[in-house]
């Protein structure tokens, strides 16, 4: 069985085949590079470099795994949340080659996609404890099965993606902030600027990142230039914060975790924050410390790539779900249905 995923739903236009031994037989992204001059992703411009690229990265993912559209079992694409324009771009692209070829097409939700990657490469059973930090979303949730999601916290303002982005922007680092500020912040000293740790010893599993973002555009209208060890040091003092603030409010998660699902026995870190080895290390450090076993997929499958959206329609496709091709593209996709956040 053969499952295409397309994902268009931010800056990156890609696509990959897998089948159902868990065998990824292709997978090409192409990163849009008009954004980093902007310091961020420009929606408009977002959704034209996707129409132009969808119509080659298909193809090219095909002719990779030696297969033809006619091999197909399914077809899947990421139909939100995200950038409207990008997600109707590959929305569209996956109902017409269902309707050609006429199989399945599955409306994968984005976030879901990355909830599940680490099972591409794993063997995750559920329930388990998931940090998905990417740079729309942060929430802490339990993944109970596919298709299935209990929300224990989100952010109540900024992703942690979008912190690091909006920092990096700051700093003139430039775009994606993340890869930026984690290079900086190997030479920096983390205790060299005291920063905020938000929400760290409130209840509940809530985040919050503006207040620290704010903290940190203070201390850089004070300065005139920053050197390169202040910025080093800036980086590594903001990182080390958005660390501390994550671990403390997933202690707080655990603890909902081992009392509501007994038999959960993992940790998992997703989305493209999970690129972060620090973060990767920290969070292995609290699974350990908690008898959790921590698992997180392959670095390039962290930040956004078809692989997770091929995955993520196989698992469905799999238990036998498929979507109608009246389907409506999602700017807003809740993954726990009782929130709307
Ligand atoms: O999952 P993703 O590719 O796109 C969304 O769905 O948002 O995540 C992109 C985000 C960006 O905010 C980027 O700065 C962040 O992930 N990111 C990182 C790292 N690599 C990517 N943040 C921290 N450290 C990294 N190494
Ligand atoms: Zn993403």
Not at 20 to 47: D, M, W, Y
Not at 145 to 159: C, H, P, Q, S, W
Not at 189 to 217: E, I, N, W
Request: with cysteine; aromatic share 6%; glycine share 8%.
């Amino acid at each position: 069985m053969f499952v295409l995923g397309i994902e268009s739903s931010c800056d990156e236009t890609a696509a990959a085949v897998v089948n159902e031994r868990k065998e990824l037989l292709s997978s090409v992204v192409f990163t849009q590079p008009e954004h980093t001059q902007f310091g961020g992703v420009v929606p408009e411009i977002a959704a034209r470099a996707h129409l132009e690229k969808v119509t080659s990265i298909v193809p090219e993912a095909l002719k990779q795994a030696k297969i033809d559209f006619s091999d197909l079992s399914a077809v899947a694409a990421s139909c939100g949340p995200g950038l409207i324009g990008g997600v109707i771009v590959g929305t569209m692209t996956a109902k017409a080659i269902a309707c050609v070829q006429k199989i399945p097409f599955i409306a994968v939700n984005h976030l879901e996609a990355h909830a599940l990657t680490v099972r591409l490469s794993q063997d995750v059973p559920f329930p388990y404890l998931l940090l998905l930090t990417s740079g729309g979303h942060c929430q802490i949730l339990v993944a109970e099965g596919v298709g299935k999601f209990k929300r224990l916290g989100a952010t109540i303002d900024d992703a942690a993606g979008e912190a690091f982005d909006k920092v990096a922007k700051m700093m003139g680092l430039g775009y994606p902030g993340g890869p930026k500020i984690e290079k900086y912040a190997l030479t920096g000293d983390s205790k060299k600027y005291d920063l905020p740790r938000p929400m760290v010893g409130k209840p509940g599993c809530d985040l919050s990142f503006s207040g620290l973002k704010t903290a940190v555009r203070r201390i850089i209208a004070e300065k005139q230039d920053l050197t390169e060890q202040e910025k080093a040091d800036l980086a590594a003092s903001f990182q080390q914060a958005v660390l501390d603030s994550l671990c403390s409010r997933l202690k707080n998660a655990i603890k909902i975790f081992k009392k509501d699902y007994p038999n959960g026995t993992h940790l998992v870190v997703a989305g493209g924050v999970a690129a972060n080895m620090a973060l990767r290390n920290a969070l292995e450090t609290l699974a350990s410390k908690h008898k959790l076993t921590f698992a997180v997929a392959p670095m390039k499958f962290c930040t956004d790539n078809g692989a997770m959206v091929a995955w993520a329609g196989m698992e469905h496709f799999l238990k036998g779900d498929s979507d109608p091709l009246t389907f409506m593209p999602r700017p807003r996709w809740p993954l726990d249905p009782t929130t709307n956040r």
